[in-house]
């Protein structure tokens, strides 16, 4: 079981499962060649690949979309982050899946209205990840210019081994948690889906 190995055997057994994802590990190469600032491949594609490789399941099954992060505070129109997202389109329009790119400098400009809840600005692409309503959804991953990965993951990987969808309450509210969690029990019935504090 990967969530009990120490923390550098499991760094090396998520990358070993992620790259079993094709459509991730060609996002990832595509997304470096754009060169933007602070990116990250991160939220459900990662975690949802495990969780795919963990329960004999294909390594794409269950995943709607494959999020891009990336922070430029030097820029918050949205005409800018939409020249992004059109570069992008390009180049990942021949790939068969979803590809969302978002600038988290720009997230306090339309959080609120979205959620509910007021957001404060970011103020890197990992305050932007370490903001997600599970900590199971709190990872990023990147290719370094040495082709190395870059992992983000503040609350580690055992539970996203262990399938262990647990709440995350620093600002996404408790309806979007619920909501998420039952959406990923029902496609992944295995997963134990801790409940929200009161």
Known sequence: MLGRLPLSEQLNGFRSVLSKNEILTDVMTRAATLELPGWYVTAGCLFQTVWNVATGR???????????????????????????????????????????????????????????????????????????????????????????WRVYAPHGLSDVFNLVVRPNPVLAPREVYEIKAARWKNEWPELTVLPWPN
């Open 58 to 148: 294909p390594p794409t099954n269950g995943i709607k979309d494959y999020d891009i992060f990336y922070f430029d505070d030097s820029e918050l129109s949205g005409e800018s982050e939409d020249a992004v997202i059109k570069a992008g389109q390009k180049v990942f329009a021949d790939l068969p899946a979803e590809v969302e790119i978002r600038n988290e400098a720009r997230v306090h400009l339309w959080y609120e209205q979205k959620f509910g809840v007021p957001c404060p600005p970011h103020a890197s692409t990992e305050a932007a990840i370490d903001c997600f309503a599970a900590t199971t959804c709190c990872l990023g991953v990147r290719l370094e210019a040495d082709g190395g």
